[in-house]
């Protein structure tokens, strides 16, 4: 079955830009999205299809896709932005969505 | 406004059943995919099940095929997941997501979750 991977933790200072990568077999021909996950909260779809972004997010937030790596770019990142994001794509293959194991953004 | 309330959790034995329901309003319900996907303690996202605008299009993950089901009631705005001869690695909070629109496409809303525990 197709396997997305991130890494499992990124960290960086206020106003900082983070990248968060996700690797997959041609994922660029594939559309991924990204959630963003807080504590005790409902994830939050912050990309879709690979750079567009729902209305409510903020335009810090944009994503980009290619080869074997999708990236989620997050500028001038800012304490609230701390949480666990996650790729995710459709894999019709196997008829399955797919998602990353996840990755930690803490903002020092 | 958009909201999806899941219900029906709770501490199950190994073996049961559960049902769970998500109650959907503030959409078209019937325009679009639903699915499931459960997050585990410590873990991460973790797709369970998903169906299509008319219920022409069902798909499981493989850990849960053959033992859970899918299905809508477009006339109750309501989705459900039945789900049978449950096992520990069940063990999840499980959140019902609505599609931007067909079955590939991202989640844009998602409930607060109902807990399931399979535990003896």
């Known amino acids: 079955s197709y396997v997305l991977t991130q890494p499992p933790s990124v960290s960086l200072a206020p106003g900082q830009t983070a990248r968060i990568t996700c690797e997959g077999y041609n994922i660029g021909s594939k559309s991924v999205h990204w959630y963003q996950r807080k504590p005790g909260q409902a994830p939050v779809l912050v990309v879709y299809n690979d750079g567009d972004r729902p209305s409510g997010i903020p335009e810090r937030f944009s994503g980009s896709n290619s080869g074997n790596t999708a990236t989620l770019t997050i500028s001038r990142v800012e304490a609230g932005d701390e949480a666990d994001y996650y790729c995710?794509?459709?894999?019709?293959?196997?008829?399955?969505?797919?998602f990353g194991g996840g990755t930690i953004l803490t903002v020092l | 406004e958009v909201q999806l309330v899941e219900s029906g959790g709770g501490l199950v034995q190994p073996g049961r059943s559960l049902r769970l329901s998500c109650a959907a309003s503030?959409?078209?319900?019937?325009?679009?995919?639903m699915h499931w996907v459960r997050q585990t303690p410590g873990k991460g996202l973790e797709w369970v099940s998903g169906i299509s605008w008319n219920s022409g299009h069902i798909a499981y993950a493989d850990s849960v095929r053959g033992r859970f089901t899918i299905y809508r009631d477009d006339a109750k705005n309501s989705l459900f997941l039945q789900m049978n001869s449950l096992r520990a690695e069940d063990t999840a909070l499980y959140y019902c997501?609505?599609?931007?629109?067909?079955?590939?496409?991202?989640?844009?809303?998602w409930g607060l979750g109902t807990l399931v525990t399979v535990s003896s």
């Open positions: 995710q794509m459709w894999d019709s293959s196997s008829d399955h969505r797919v």
């Open positions: 997501a609505k599609s931007l629109g067909s079955m590939v496409d991202g989640l844009d809303y």
């Open positions: 503030g959409f078209t319900f019937d325009d679009y995919a």
